[in-house]
């Protein structure tokens, strides 16, 4: 599978991406579901480590 390049851009998100992308793939044996699921795992990571860096807290 294919990574989102603009968010997935770093080593770290390539191997978030990968790694939740793999997981549901195996679970579901959907690989539409493990590319959105992938791709917001590593877009909530973005943001957790964005509001961190700014001081604030993200939640859901």
């Known amino acids: 599978m294919r990574h989102n390049k603009a968010l997935a851009n770093t080593p770290h998100m390539q191997r978030v991406w990968a790694d939740v992308a793999n997981r549901?793939?195996?679970?579901?044996?959907?690989?539409?579901?493990?590319?959105?699921?992938?791709?917001?795992?590593?877009?909530?990571?973005?943001?957790?480590?964005?509001?961190?860096?700014?001081?604030i807290a993200h939640g859901r």
């Open 24 to 55: 549901v793939l195996q679970a579901t044996k959907d690989e539409g579901r493990a590319v959105r699921e992938a791709n917001s795992a590593v877009k909530n990571a973005r943001l957790k480590a964005a509001a961190a860096s700014m001081g």
